[in-house]
């Protein structure tokens, strides 16, 4: 069974292009759960406007937040697999089918992709978005893998990309946190007890618009570190839930306590390129 989580707010302007490229996928998905943050425009009126039983929408009666939001979502899906998916963008038609052959071939606990970047308009801005992740330049259609210790420098790929088997659904709602946003979350529990890949072919086009051109900006906060991380925080809830081996958890506490993330993120805000990952 194959689902899809998704979280809307005052999503009018687009929404309707996303679902229709989710529905129509090369291989069908078997539920689209959508929940609602307590939109004032028409957003509801075009969910409820589609005559699919596969659509599954939940609505908030007060904003809670995209985090509390794609929780509740993820929570309520049914499928062995799971994909997210924002309101804004497109999927490409053979998506679906390429993240789930990679899965089954690489037998891994998660997948993500490269995606195209389109203006408000739908016109391409960028035909692949390219990611400073990796070392070496990664060629069209190759995968990669995504290892913990790369993670805790940054994310890694547009959440909405992403795609993860339902034991990482299951460590993602047990652990419940809610000071990391949700798909790193989901990210570091995949590379913490199982394999993740990124495919390096743009599955999505990812809209940027006046409501999130702001997302790709390096957003550093300059307030005093907290005592301890909250990626600390959090890796030791996974520990609790699955056994971490005590060299990835050893790392994690140099590399954060240093606070090197920090300081990359800052060095990238004065000298690099001011572009950044969607959820970073």
Known sequence: MISVAMATYNGEKYIKQQ????????????????????????????????????????????????????FEAVQKTQGDIIFLSDQDDIWEYQKVEIMLS????????????????????????????????FRRKVTINNLEKITFERLLFQNVAQGCTYCFKKIIKQYYIEIHEKK???????????????????????????????????????????????????????????????RIRWEKKIYAYIICYLRLPFFKAVFLKIFGDKKCLKNQ
């Open 180 to 242: 990391i946003i949700h798909d790193y979350q989901i990210m570091l529990i995949s590379s913490l007890i199982g394999t993740v890949y990124y495919i390096n072919k743009p599955l999505i086009k990812y809209r940027i618009h006046e409501q999130n051109a702001l997302a790709f900006n390096i957003n550093i906060k300059l307030s005093r570190p907290s005592i301890k991380p909250k990626v600390l925080c959090f890796i030791s809830k996974i520990n609790k839930v699955s």
């Open 19 to 70: 679902i229709d490229s989710i529905l129509k996928q090369s291989i069908q998905i078997d539920e689209l759960i959508i929940v609602d943050d307590a939109s004032v425009d028409l957003t509801i009126s075009i969910i409820e406007s589609y005559n699919d039983n596969r659509i599954q929408l939940y609505k908030n009666k007060k904003n809670q937040g995209y985090i509390d939001s794609f």
């Open 102 to 133: 990679v899965l089954k071939k690489n037998n891994c606990e998660a997948v993500c992709s490269a995606c195209s970047i389109i203006d408000s308009k739908g016109d391409v801005v960028e035909k692949i978005h390219k990611l400073d992740y």
